[in-house]
């Protein structure tokens, strides 16, 4: 099948999908496995004396890959070792984790970004004593401009000042150009890829999208991945750094893109 993106079907699919726990309500396994992310992802991104924060983009080749869900997991599992973590939720056309938490989505980055709110303390809100959320906000006509703007170039600065860490739930590669876009103001980018949904034509290309960026793939997350080491062959070519699983909580399974 072509890796040109059906919208429509994409959109359904990701709908449709069983919402995963997040936060503290994770498996135990679950929890584990985003506490050895978070290992690796400190490993890989050591504590820069001159540099109190470190700015981490996820993203993938397609949507419902399990970006907003591994941002957010892994901001709560980071938040939990004594972090101060912002999640920022970059994904402006489909906003997932507020809406998820049932925060108020709006405003949100998008209004501070155009300038329609004078204080970011006011769209930042916390979820816990070291966790905190900025909305992406209403939809806006042009989300790539706003994401490649100085105000967001600003907005990083700014942020890097209150957090230990920043993780931008950007959207996927092969959709839109936002992720791309963002890619100098991260100091790291985590692909995403979910187990029978990525296909290696699309992995493939968003690596390759990426790495005319000159952004720094710290790694992936394979995503929803069983316990059998097996499956994860398939994607050999691609871990370097790290890789880590998630094991799905319910056996029931997204329908998946066919390759
Ligand atoms: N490991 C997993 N097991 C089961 N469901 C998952 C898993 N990861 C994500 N999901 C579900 O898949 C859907 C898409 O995930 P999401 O994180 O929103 O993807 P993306 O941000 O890449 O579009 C959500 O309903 C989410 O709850
Ligand atoms: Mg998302």
Redesign the pocket.
């Known amino acids: 099948m072509s890796d040109k993106i059906n919208l429509q079907k994409e959109i359904k699919a990701?709908?449709s999908?069983?919402?995963?726990?997040?936060g503290r309500n994770l498996s135990f396994a679950?929890t584990e496995a985003y506490k050895r992310l978070r290992a690796s992802l400190i490993f890989c991104l050591p504590k820069n004396e001159n540099k109190n924060c470190r700015v981490v983009g996820i993203t993938?080749s397609?949507?419902?890959?399990?970006?907003?869900?591994?941002?957010?997991n892994l901001a709560y599992s980071l938040a939990e070792s004594n972090q101060r973590v912002l999640c920022l939720e970059a994904?402006m056309r489909?906003p997932?984790?507020s809406k998820?938490l049932n925060l108020k989505t709006t405003p949100g980055l998008s209004e501070w970004l155009v300038g329609e709110v004078a204080d970011i303390n006011s769209v930042i809100r916390k979820i816990d004593s070291n966790l905190y959320i900025l909305p992406s906000g209403s939809t806006p006509p042009n989300p790539s401009e706003l994401l490649s703007s100085a105000a967001m170039r600003h907005t990083i600065d700014l942020l890097s000042q209150a957090f230990n860490f920043i993780l931008i739930?950007l959207?996927?590669i092969g959709a839109v150009a936002d992720a791309l876009n963002v890619a100098e103001l991260v100091d790291g980018m985590i692909l995403?890829v979910?187990?029978e949904w990525t296909t290696r034509r699309s992995l493939a290309s968003a690596v390759r999208e990426l790495r005319l960026t000159n952004a720094r793939i710290l790694g992936f997350v394979f995503?929803?991945?069983t316990e059998s080491t097996q499956k994860r062959k398939k994607y050999k070519g691609y871990t370097n750094r790290y890789s880590d699983n998630?094991?799905?909580?319910?056996p029931k399974?997204?329908p998946g893109q066919p390759e």
């Open positions: 990701h709908e999908a069983d919402d995963f726990s997040i679950a993938s397609n949507m419902g890959e399990g970006k907003s869900t591994t941002s957010f994904d489909l997932k984790t998820r739930d959207p996927p995403v979910r187990r995503n929803e991945a998630y094991y799905t909580q319910s399974k997204d």
